[in-house]
């Protein structure tokens, strides 16, 4: 048993981990309902909703345990917070034979397996960018531009810190100047949006999901960052000549697809491209209000969770015959 503030820690930390297992089971059951409303969005709505909703069982426990730090302490050992209407009673004291123990075991074996999938994969991808440096050769002209001197047709945008472009030779040889400059501005709008970047957030959030769930969720997270990167680049020319090439470098790549192909640049699906060259002739646009009114949905529901922690703790405490 322990008692004083490292008990309080220890059963709020307990709280923040049965709140995200409760978070994680609702979830795994609206994943599909959430997938199909992603397809009725335009890309920058999905990127709002996927990256939100992943990002539940870590922010709904951090706000939770946030509004701890301004909640009162009484002198019986409730743990008391007014503006969220919750009041834990015997805060001040930790059982290692309580239930309290489970909860904690296991929301720290979840998120240590999460963080460490993530480091893994954020390792293995940074080990495939220093290969792609070394291999490459730096445009003399275009700071951030990289030449791989190979046959096999494929451009990419990697690196975390420092984005880079890398585009193969085959590729450019078989792509008018027109052509070339359209695969340039897309891979150059991917480093604009920091799309690297939050795409290592979004698997950061997804971590904390079975495989089977994440990787729909990242597929077409990363879908959306295509599809805003196609209408970036259709600005200066016509969408019909960006869907054209497209399709062209989509073919090329396919036709020579690399056994040592790093994970980044993965083949594009044939469902993918038809959403991808529907979206840029057919543009679904964002709207100011569906985004301002996903934002205050997801805060609410992150609000909504944490003031449940209370009855979440009564709730088992009653199932177990605490009282």
Known sequence: MIFGNWAVCLNLLS???????????VQLALVYPVRQLCGHLAPEEQKYLLLGW????????????LLSTVSTLEADGTLANSAMRFHWHHADWFLFDSWHMLPLIIGALWLATGITRTGIRTLHQRKQYQQLKLLSSPDVTKQGLNWLPTEQSFACTAGLINPQVFVARGLAKQLSPEQLGI?????????RHLDNQSLSL???AC?????????PMMNCFALATEQLADAAAARSV?????????????????SSAPEDCPAFLTEIEPHSLQ????????PVSASNWLNAGLLTSLLLI????????????????????HG
């Open 15 to 25: 709280m923040a981990s049965l709140l995200a297992l409760a978070l994680g089971i």
């Open 202 to 204: 979004m698997n950061l």
């Open 275 to 282: 959403i991808r060259v529907n979206q840029l002739l057919n």
């Open 54 to 65: 992943a990002s539940l069982p870590w922010l709904s426990p951090i706000m939770a345990l």
């Open 207 to 215: 971590s904390l999901y079975p495989a089977k769930i994440a990787q």
């Open 238 to 254: 016509s969408a019909t000549e960006v869907a054209m090439t497209l399709v062209k470098v989509t073919r090329l790549n396919r």
């Open 183 to 191: 695969v340039l501005v897309h891979e150059q709008v991917h480093i």
């Open 302 to 321: 992150i609000l909504g969770a944490v003031s449940s922690v209370d009855s979440l703790h009564h709730g088992v405490e009653w199932m177990l015959g």
